[in-house]
C-alpha cells in the first residue's frame, strides 16, 4: 500500500462535506475554500508525539479522538464553529489495522460535528500527529486579553481528571478490563475530552475573556491575567473536581491536580456578574462553576496568597 | 527557556504582517482571519522528517528555507499568493543556536514573500517540521483536472538537479568546503528550491492544469493524466538540464535524474499551443521548456513508450 493508496483508503472517505464552505481542489497541490460573507476564519495547530504526549502502543482509535479533540478545544475557546481540519500523520510503518482504527476515532468527531478532513500529509518516521483545526466566526472572537476588574471567573465542567488518568494509562494499554468503574470514567475524560465547541459560542455574547484548559488552570489563568493586565483571584474551594476523582485520590490531591494538570480541554472564562444567569441558562446541560473574581492588579492568586509557585503547568521544554 | 519564551524569541518576530488579511488573535488560542472580499482560501500542509526527508545535522537555516519553500510550492501549482502559514515543530531539544539558525532560514522567505508566521506549536520530541501555508486567489484555482488533448505539457526550470544533490549532502554537512563549483550549484537547488509564484500566477490565465513537482517528473504526469482522463506523451530529448548537472553525471544519468528524481519543485503545466507565446513573454526570467503533448488516452508515455515501469517518484512508504 503506498502513500495514495492509503490516503484514499482511509483518510478520503473524512473528506465528505455539506457544509456552507465551498470547496474545491481537495487531492490536489491544495485544498481551496471560500468562506460564507461575513465570516472570520479561526486557526489553530496542535502536535502530539508518541512517547511525548501520548504512551506508545495507546490504542489509536482513542489517540485520534484525542487529538482532534484537543485541537478542537482551541476553536471552542475563540467562540468559533468546527469547519473543517488537515492533518499530517508520520507512521513508522503503515500497519492497516491502526490506520483503520485511528480513522475510527477521527470519524466520530467528523460525524458528531460536521468537521471534514480536508488535506494532509502522510509520511514515514517516528508516530507524531500533527492536526490543523479551522473555524469559523461571525462575530469578534472571545479573547484572553478582555477580562476587567469586578468580573466573574468561571469554568466548565471538572478539573483534573485527564490529569488523575496518567497514572492509570499504562494499565489501560495492557489490558483494558480490571479497571473500576472510577478509574475508567477518568481514563474517559483522558481519552475523550470534551470540546466546548457549544459553550464557547455562548460565551461570545456575554463573556470578557476565555482559554481553553490545555495546560493546567493556574497556567491559563496567568495567561488571561498577562493578557488582559489584571490579578485573577481564584478560591480553592469552588474549584469543581469530579466524585470519581474525589473518591480515587483524595481532596488534597483532588485539588492540586484541578489547579495544574492538563489536557481536560475544559474552558476557563470571565464576565459581568449581572450576566451569569443568562449564561447558566442557555447552556443547561453543562456544569458551568464560579471559581474566583478579577481583582486590579497582576498575577495569578490562590486564596489570597499569589500562586507565582504553583505555576506547573505542563511547559514542554523544562 | 520555556516553550512560551522560545515562542517569543524565535518565532514572534516572523508575525508581523502588513498584508491584506485582517489579522487578529495572533497568540491567543487561534489566530482570526478576515479575508479579503472575492478571496479564495488555498491551503496545503507537509511534513519534513529527520532521518527520512533530510540527514541528522542538516544546517538549520538551509532545513527551515527548504521546508518552507517545498510548502510554498504547492501554492504555487494552484496560482495562488502567499498569504500566511503556521508551524508545529517538534524538537528533541531546546538549543539557541539552532533555534536562531532556524528562524533565520524561514525569515528569508517571511521577508521576500511579505509571508508572516501566524501561528504554531512547538513540543518536544524527534525533530519533525510540519508547516501548513495559506493562500490567496481571485481566480478559479490551477487544478490537475484539466489537460486537454492537443495541449503542449511544459515545465519550469531545470529537472534533476535537486536528486543529484542527495549523494552530496554528507560531504556538506560535515564540511561545506572543498565542493566543486557544480557541487555547490546542486547543493544550492536542493536546499533552496525557488517556489514559482509568479509563474502560478501568470498561467491562471493560461493554462489548463498544474501540479508542482515534488516526488519526480513520471509521477506527478501520472497525476495529471489521472484527473485529467487523458494521455500525457513526453520526449525525453526536451526534459531541461542544467549543465551542471550534465558536466557532474553525465547524459543518460541527468536524463534518469530529470525523469524520477523529486525535490525540484518546479512546476509542471499544460496549455493551448497558441498561449505559449504571451506566457513566455509574461515571465521572460524564467527558462520554460515544452516538453510534450497532451493525447487522447490514459497514462503517461516516454517517447511514444508506456512509462509505468519508470515510474519511480518519491512514495513514502515503499
Known sequence: ??????????????????????????????????LPAGASLCCSIDTMVEGVHFLKGAPADRLAYRSLAGAMSDLAAMGASP????????????????????????????????????GGDTTKGPLCISIQVHGLLYAAPLLRSGAQAG??????????????????????????SGLSQEEQYLLERYYSPSPRIALGQALLS????????SDGLLAEAAHIAKASSVALSLDSDKLPVSSELLFLKGKERARELALSAGDDYELLF???????????????????????????????????LRAQNLLKGYQHFE
Do not use: H
Request: proline share 4%; with cysteine.
Open 83 to 118: 469547519a473543517f481540519f488537515t492533518l499530517a500523520l508520520t507512521l513508522p510503518e503503515v500497519n492497516e489495522a491502526w490506520l483503520a482504527r485511528f480513522a475510527a476515532g477521527l470519524k466520530k468527531l467528523v460525524d458528531a460535528y460536521n468537521f471534514p478532513l480536508l
Open 206 to 213: 456575554c463573556a470578557s475573556s476565555c482559554i481553553d484548559i
Open 1 to 34: 500500500m503506498n502513500e495514495f493508496q492509503l490516503i484514499e483508503r482511509f483518510f478520503s472517505p473524512l473528506g465528505q462535506t455539506d457544509n456552507e464552505l465551498f470547496v474545491t481542489g481537495n487531492g490536489d497541490d491544495c485544498t481551496v475554500l471560500t
Open 270 to 304: 470571565t464576565l459581568a456578574p449581572e450576566k451569569w444567569e443568562v449564561l447558566v441558562a442557555g447552556v443547561p446541560e453543562l456544569r458551568l462553576s464560579q471559581i474566583g473574581v478579577v481583582q486590579a492588579g497582576e498575577g495569578v492568586f490562590l486564596d489570597g
Open 151 to 176: 468580573d466573574i471567573i468561571a469554568v466548565s465542567g471538572t478539573l483534573g481528571d485527564a490529569g488523575a488518568a496518567l497514572s492509570l494509562l499504562e494499565k489501560f494499554n495492557m489490558k483494558s
